[in-house]
């Protein structure tokens, strides 16, 4: 049997991709002494990737970088799709699911080229992202800000340009970098992307096989907060052009959410951290209840 994973083509995008086929072939060779299984790499230019100097927000927000991926999956060209799980819209396509999420690595976003607390007065930091301004501009409204986008490489190498930009813990750790003066950010400073960290894989609905498959690399712990986190943004609209975040973890069979909804400049953010069973409700809840009893809702009329 072959499989074949649909992918972006930058370096990360090609590490995650190569990490699920090494996933893959060690689960089938576990399952079956001689496994028949090949696992083909196929990968998909995005309007994300070609595009790197637009905004994201102007381009239509984190989808450019996956649905020229999942369209990969629609039309037979690949059976899987491998995406980071940050970039994943609220709202995907019905005929596909999320087959497996394995371990996730570190959530965190990082610093590079300076502390927080070692920012200068006016400090300007490099970032295309809308959620990474807000809450750093709510920790020091005295931050300035440049967009930047790129590939890792493309970003790292104008890092030096600017006090700091900043850059997902993941990425950094996935590609073995080790740039100067990396100060990661305590998730309950800077709450993560809704998935950072966690591989989100995903294959069409009806395909029984692949999905037998792709369960035998699925971390339960991983799915689970992945879940709720998801189920959080899924709530807010899918694609809210608002900055927002949500970071989950695990006590025991509890979990635990805090997640935010903010408007663009910082000056307001909305947070809250609840605790339950059941993460698909949890985040439907926290959700909620950032829209309609704390203000949100207000927030997304302004934009």
């Not at 060690?26 to 998909?44: C, G, K, Q, Y």
């Not at 609220?90 to 497996?100: C, K, N, Y």
């Not at 931050?143 to 997902?168: H, P, Y």
């Not at 959410?257 to 307001?268: D, E």
């Amino acid at each position: 049997m072959a499989i074949r994973i649909a992918t972006r083509g930058s370096a990360l995008a090609r590490w995650q991709a190569e990490h699920v086929r090494t996933l893959l072939l060690a689960a089938a060779s576990t399952s079956s002494p001689e496994p028949d299984l090949d696992v083909e790499i196929v990968v998909v230019s995005t309007q994300g990737d070609r595009d790197k100097t637009t905004p994201l927000g102007v381009l239509g927000g984190k989808g450019v970088f996956v649905k020229e991926v999942q369209a990969a999956l629609l039309d037979g060209r690949a059976d899987i799709a491998v995406h980071s799980g940050k970039d994943l819209p609220g709202l995907t396509p019905a005929e596909l699911v999320i087959g497996a999420v394995p371990p996730r690595a570190d959530p965190s976003d990082a610093l590079v080229g300076s502390s927080l607390a070692d920012l200068p007065d006016g400090g300007v930091v490099a970032t295309g992202s809308i959620r990474r301004k807000a809450q750093l501009a709510s920790l020091r409204p005295d931050l300035r800000f440049e967009e930047l986008r790129g590939n890792i490489d493309t970003r790292l190498a104008k890092a030096s340009d600017f006090d700091a930009i900043v850059m997902a813990s993941a990425a950094l750790d996935r590609l073995a970098l080790s740039p100067p003066a990396v100060h990661r950010l305590p998730v309950d400073l800077m709450v993560p992307q809704v998935a950072q960290g966690a591989l989100a894989i995903e294959c069409r609905d009806d395909d029984s096989t692949t999905k037998l498959h792709l369960a035998a690399i699925e971390d339960a712990d991983a799915r689970l907060v992945f879940d709720a986190e998801r189920a959080f943004l899924s709530e807010l609209g899918g694609d809210c052009d608002l900055p927002v975040a949500a970071h989950a973890t695990l006590d025991g069979s509890d979990v635990e959410l805090t997640a935010i909804v903010a408007n663009h400049s910082g000056s307001t953010v909305l947070r809250e951290s609840r605790r339950g069973e059941h993460g698909l409700s949890l985040g439907r809840s926290v959700a909620r209840y950032l829209l309609d009893d704390a203000g949100g809702s207000s927030l997304l009329d302004r934009t």
